[in-house]
């Protein structure tokens, strides 16, 4: 089956800092890939739809300065989290969709636990 | 905009007990409509899928769904639930076409007692 991982699985660091994460769709291309956030006991919120070769897709009240992503291959995005602050504390979670498919099917990454001190 | 509603947070059951959980969405076109199943320290895994067709769906371990158009439902069932069952259940719907963006519900979560 298709497989999404993410890397890191989790990470700590200090406020004011900038933390990168990758999302990569492992046996298959991915025109589309879409990044979540998870706060404890609640569902997933889109944050972004990422766009190979073009610009990404932000949801309302989503900062696209805060949150830059980069969408460089069909196989890789990347979610920076810019001057990170506690209230970014969270779990990330991004998602890829097959190209060349109508399978409206969306394969998800394990997540990144996000934790800044 | 799509929306989704999930009317149970929390379920607690006995081993072999039926279930069903509820799941109703907003949209007023065509949809595809999704079950997915955290379990505990794992990603999410996609149960079942309805995007057309016969409007019963199976999905994996002994999983299904129906989707009854006229009431905007799209309700989980399985007849006996075992303690590996116990996770978070997410119902998911998105519109054709576009980017494909899904909206997910709160989530239920399901806590089966041995």
């Known amino acids: 089956g298709a497989v999404v991982s993410q890397h890191p699985s989790w990470v700590i660091c200090k406020s004011g800092t900038s933390v990168k994460i990758e999302c990569r769709s492992l046996d298959f291309q991915a025109t589309t890939m879409f990044w979540y956030r998870q706060f404890p006991k609640q569902s997933l919120m889109l944050m972004a739809t990422s766009n190979e070769g073009s610009k990404a897709t932000y949801e309302q009240g989503v900062e696209k300065d805060k949150f830059l992503i980069n969408h460089a291959s069909l196989t890789l995005s990347t979610l920076t989290v810019t001057s990170a602050h506690p209230e970014d504390s969270s779990f990330y979670i991004c998602s890829a969709r097959e190209s060349g498919t109508f399978k409206n099917e969306q394969f998800f990454g394990p997540g990144t636990r996000l934790t800044v001190l | 905009a799509q929306s989704v509603s999930q009317h149970n947070h929390h379920v607690i059951l006995s081993e072999a007990a039926s279930l069903e959980l509820g799941c109703n969405y907003s949209y007023g076109g065509t949809v595809n409509l999704f079950w997915y199943v955290q379990y505990p320290g794992q990603h999410l895994q996609l149960l079942l899928k309805y995007f057309s067709g016969d409007p019963l769906v199976k999905g994996i371990k002994g999983f299904e769904a129906e989707f009854i158009k006229s009431k905007f439902s799209f309700n989980l069932r399985k007849p006996s639930v075992q303690w590996s069952d116990t996770a978070e259940y997410f119902c998911?719907?998105?519109?054709?076409?576009?980017?494909?963006?899904?909206?997910f519900g709160t989530g239920t979560k399901l806590q089966v007692i041995p």
């Open positions: 998911a719907v998105n519109a054709p076409g576009g980017y494909q963006k899904v909206t």
